[in-house]
């Protein structure tokens, strides 16, 4: 569908029998918070593949409402910009500047654009990198030399950017893969009709086909006319050199990846018949390997629509899934095959197979592994040893073995992937001479390094630890230590074990470093400023507490800067986001680190701290269920329980009151926020923003919810807010997006509450915001969302007790 959109905030407030209506101007938050909101986001870096260079890109301030509500196509779960052919969300960055590691040159990418600049990619052989340029009217390939910093166009504006990254380097550095516009097409895209022709019809099958709720779908013709014209695309070779060669036919190519010997081309491409039910990337699809004239070498799978795979977490399709080339070098395709159907009702002591296919294709594949739970990928050695991990979402089960060349198979660690406690880390990778992503691993092979989080009841402390993969031995070469959180970017030298991190205290911003196991001297890469100082006289303290069921919590606590507790008591703010368990140890594990820098940006409930309020960030809300129980058959008490012991104790320190506590939260934070205001009497307000509430609207599944409404319809009923609306009888705000993309999320969900809380005599206001999605961009938008906030927990929170703070 087409959309133009109106400009202005819709606000409708029900107050007992009183409704109000207005579209009014967007209004800005208070100036402590319109200043840091108009600052520039820290830069992020790029490390080159030879670790001799960083790429600083810098980013821009929140866009204006102009752009972000600017007319879009929503086609098959994805929303275009007509006007470039690109996806309708640019954003991108405003400058690139080279800066040396082991030196001190630094050198600004010398371009013609100030805006619109893609993620930069590095070519194998790290002399230069390129990056998309969306302008007014298409996309257009520039690639930089690092040696000069010089950066010059490869193509017109007419890259076809609407699924994905358009371009991928050849192995060899001398060019990229690309998909653009096809010409010729018609300089207009089709027409939709402004008088029908008839009905839209379909009919079922009646063979089950579940699915859940999906936004921006195809629904008519007339779609499917302007998907074809905007998703076919054209497979295109740049040279450095400026040449330029068509590969193969025009197709809706969703990918073109050249082998790691730069041999053959791994092509897959979307055909009829399309689906009103499901997003693209369940579309019949074929996967096939192209020679560089885009002659046909070998077709893996022709793969049939996708809209009767079940809903659970753990099926998957029929047929081959996750085909890549191996990353270690040649041409092998490797992929895994479901042998139960993937279904995971159906008893299977192998779930999946995983395979491999070497050039040229013709013989039979080899079986690489055989996995009692799902295929989760294959990480490579530059030796040929192969670390396959499998996953099952229902158990939080999670295995890695290593395959040896001979075929020879290990179990490196048997996981559970909620247990932040025991997570060994990952395998830092680097890249090969071709440009793959392989393990990185002593110049002999015998020991990959693994980087992790490091979460402890001490919060989060990352480390880099040196495993033995023929003994799994692991040394632990370094951890970070108070009152610091830095964390491993890439290691720079496996012999010296010298590595960039980046480092952040409380009071210093996150920066680039230099560290070698066993010196304290640091060489520091970055010097970026505090970005909002405004903020540094907040304090913050990672507080741990217990539910009344024995159940660990913990939050972080902010103050905002020259409180004292003499003043008395701050009104406070709890904003949270439930998660689900399967086990009690899991659940009660502390998240977060007490030394991270924290500066507000964005939509932030944080920037509450600068109106005078405290702020409970994150209080963990675990859903669990333990062995044969499902976590949501007791969500709302559990909910109700990890609540009323944030509260607790934040008044057990002496810095809040009961009766000045409002509660909020985004998307599954809005639906907890509703429901614990229809279910306790703990908080005086509510804010809910881009949340579900009727769960009857998402039948057939939710969050992590894997039964449909009609095998438990006592729980879809219990969980939604929707069915105690007349239970709410606190204020409650709601925001939300106009055009919300999120599963689920539907606006239709906030106009029926809002409806229900107003029918039933509650107190609610609910905010339109047009051109928004989700989560929201818009300058605009993002400052009357904060205004709304303020406004809201002022009227309703801030004066409702008798034991304030002194302003």
């Excluded at 070498?297 to 047929?319: I, K, M, N, R, Y």
């Excluded at 507490?545 to 409180?563: C, H, I, K, M």
């Amino acid at each position: 569908m087409f959309i133009n959109r109106v400009i202005l905030v819709t606000t409708v407030l029900a107050v007992g029998a009183s409704p109000l209506v207005a579209q009014d101007r967007y209004l800005d938050p208070p100036d402590a918070i319109a200043k840091i909101l108009d600052q520039p986001l820290t830069p992020i870096a790029s490390l080159s593949p030879d670790g001799q260079w960083l790429l600083l890109m810098t980013r821009p301030t929140l866009p204006p409402i102009a752009e972000v509500a600017a007319p879009d196509e929503r086609l098959a779960g994805v929303r275009v910009n007509p006007r470039t052919n690109g996806s309708a969300f640019v954003g991108g960055f405003t400058g690139l500047v080279l800066r040396q590691v082991n030196g001190n040159v630094e050198r600004p990418v010398r371009t013609e654009a100030t805006e619109g600049i893609g993620t930069p990619s590095w070519s194998p052989d790290a002399m230069h990198f390129a990056f998309t340029v969306t302008g007014e009217n298409g996309i257009t390939l520039w690639v930089a030399d690092v040696a000069s910093g010089e950066a010059r166009a490869l193509s017109g504006a007419d890259l076809n950017g609407v699924i994905g990254s358009p371009c991928e380097w050849l192995p060899d550095s001398s060019g990229l893969l690309c998909r653009r516009v096809v010409y010729g097409r018609p300089a207009v895209a089709p027409a939709r009709r402004t008088i029908p022709v008839g009905p839209i019809t379909e009919e079922s099958s009646g063979r089950a086909a579940p699915n859940r709720t999906y936004q921006d779908l195809l629904s008519s013709p007339e779609d499917e006319l302007l998907f074809d014209y905007y998703f076919t695309s054209q497979v295109t070779y740049y040279g450095l050199d400026a040449s330029r060669r068509d590969i193969g036919s025009p197709a809706i190519h969703t990918r073109a990846d050249p082998s790691p010997d730069g041999r053959y081309i791994l092509v897959e491409r979307i055909h009829r018949p399309y689906s009103y039910h499901v997003p693209l990337y369940r579309f019949p699809s074929v996967i096939e390997v192209w020679d560089f004239n885009g002659g046909l070498v070998h077709s893996l799978a022709d793969l049939p629509l996708q809209e009767e795979v079940p809903t659970s977490f753990d099926a998957v399709p029929v047929g081959p899934r996750s085909v890549s080339w191996r990353a270690d070098g040649g041409a092998t395709l490797v992929w895994a095959e479901a042998k139960d159907e993937g279904d995971p009702r159906n008893a299977a002591d192998i779930r999946d197979e995983v395979y491999a296919l070497a050039a040229p294709f013709s013989g039979t594949p080899r079986v690489l592994a055989e996995l009692e739970f799902r295929y989760g990928g294959t990480d490579w050695t530059a030796g040929g040893t192969a670390l396959v991990t499998e996953r099952w979402r229902k158990t939080r089960q999670e295995r890695i073995w290593m395959v040896q060349p001979d075929g020879a198979a290990r179990l490196l660690f048997d996981l559970v992937s909620e247990d932040r406690y025991n997570d060994p880390g990952s395998p830092l990778m680097t890249s090969t001479k071709m440009g793959s992503r392989v393990i990185q691993t002593s110049a002999d092979g015998r020991y990959a390094f693994l980087s992790g989080t490091g979460a402890s009841e001490e919060g989060d402390r990352p480390f880099l630890d040196r495993y033995e993969l023929a003994t799994g031995n692991i040394t632990r070469l370094w951890r970070s230590s108070a009152p610091y959180y830095e964390r491993v970017i890439a290691l720079l030298d496996p012999a010296r074990q010298r590595f960039v991190t980046l480092r952040e205290s409380v009071d210093e911003p996150p920066n680039y470093f230099i560290r070698q196991v066993g010196q304290n001297r640091l060489t520091q890469l970055t010097r970026f400023p505090d970005p909002a100082p405004e903020f540094a006289g907040v304090t913050k303290e990672l507080i741990t507490y217990t539910r009344n069921d024995g159940v660990q919590l913990s939050a972080t606590l902010y103050l905002p800067e020259g409180y004292t507790k003499a003043q008395g008591t701050l009104p406070f703010l709890l904003w949270a986001y439930p998660r689900e368990f399967r086990t009690a140890d899991a659940a009660a594990q502390v998240v977060g680190s007490p030394y991270r820098f924290t500066r507000p940006s964005g939509s932030t409930h944080l920037f509450l701290l600068l109106a005078g309020y405290g702020v409970l960030d994150n209080p963990t809300m675990p859903i669990l269920g333990e062995g044969d129980a499902e976590p949501n058959d007791t969500y709302v008490e559990q909910l109700v329980a990890s609540a009323q012991a944030a509260v607790d104790k934040i008044v057990e320190l002496g810095v809040a009151d009961r009766n000045r506590i409002g509660i909020g939260g985004h998307s599954y934070g809005a639906f907890m926020t509703a429901n614990l205001l229809a279910h306790s009497d703990i908080f005086q307000a509510g804010i809910a923003r881009s949340g579900a509430y009727n769960r009857s609207l998402t039948p057939f599944g939710f969050q992590a919810e894997e039964r449909t409404y009609w095998e438990r319809r006592d729980i879809y009923t219990r969980m939604s807010p929707f069915t105690y609306a007349d239970r709410i009888n606190e204020p409650i705000l709601m925001i939300h997006g106009q055009d919300d993309n999120n599963s689920g999320t539907f606006p239709i969900q906030s106009e029926r509450m809002y409806a229900a809380i107003k029918g039933n005599g509650g107190k609610a206001r609910l905010v339109w915001l047009p051109g928004e999605a989700h989560g929201y961009r818009a300058r605009e938008s993002v400052g009357h969302t904060l205004r709304e906030m303020v406004d809201w927990m002022d009227r309703f929170v801030k004066n409702a007790g008798s034991h304030a703070a002194t302003p």
